[in-house]
């Protein structure tokens, strides 16, 4: 993390990644590089355009200089998609950026809150 800010790109921008997003985008030391759904009109898709941060509906194309991000968050549920990530991690040597699952988003939103929210994420795999 260089100049005291965390780089952070979001994939899934739903219900959880946007409380997540309006809680980022208040906090003066995260810089938002991007989000991605595949939904354009998802309502964190909606509020990243509001604050002029590209937004995209294919995931890879926030993974194009991947190590410019510090922390990747993966608030979709599918693991399909977390896998996906973990393997453009592997292959491009990446070793600096950190893939948040959904859960410890979860985590966060709910201390904040002040009380447990739901995802759609399993916790049947990791």
């Not at 590089?33 to 995931?59: F, R, S, W």
């Not at 985590?107 to 929210?117: K, R």
């Amino acid at each position: 993390m260089e100049s005291g800010q965390f780089k952070i790109a979001v994939v899934g921008a739903g219900n959880a990644g946007l409380e997540l997003l309006d809680r980022l985008f208040t906090a003066e030391f995260v810089e938002i590089l991007g989000v991605a759904d595949t939904n354009m009109q998802a309502p964190g898709m909606l509020l990243a355009k509001e604050h002029n941060i590209p937004v995209t509906t294919d995931m890879y194309d926030l993974l194009i200089d991947s190590a410019q991000i510090d922390i990747l968050i993966d608030v979709t549920g599918i693991k399909s998609v977390r896998d996906a990530l973990r393997t453009h991690m592997q292959e491009s040597g990446n070793h600096h950026t950190v893939i948040m699952h959904e859960r410890i988003s979860a985590l966060l939103i709910s201390l904040f809150n002040g009380h447990p929210v739901e995802t759609k994420a399993s916790d049947d795999f990791y």
